[in-house]
């Protein structure tokens, strides 16, 4: 075998990807901290003005925000089923 030989195939050692072990242990992870509701879910939004969409900008507006309120009470909603919230009681 030349050396040439050798070296490329010494090459093609070097650039071999090592497999990972998908199934391996990893660390428990800590507990959730508690989940608050967002007092204005459409803050952040409503922040960038209007879509610039030609005529529709405030209708279209209006519509994502509907989105995003909903989304909020639907994401409380699930905090709240498991136990999450940070305002839950448990004299209910």
Sequence with gaps: MSN??????NR???GAIKPV????PVPQ???PEPIAAAPD?????RSLGDPPLHGQ???AGHEV???LVRAAHLAEALAAASGLRADDTSDT
């Excluded at 072990?21 to 391996?24: F, I, N």
């Design 4 to 9: 040439n030989n050798r070296r490329n195939k």
């Design 12 to 14: 093609r050692r070097q």
């Design 21 to 24: 072990d998908l199934w391996r």
């Design 29 to 31: 992870l800590p507990d």
């Design 41 to 45: 879910p459409t803050m952040i939004f």
């Design 57 to 59: 900008g405030q209708q």
């Design 65 to 67: 925000s509907k989105v």
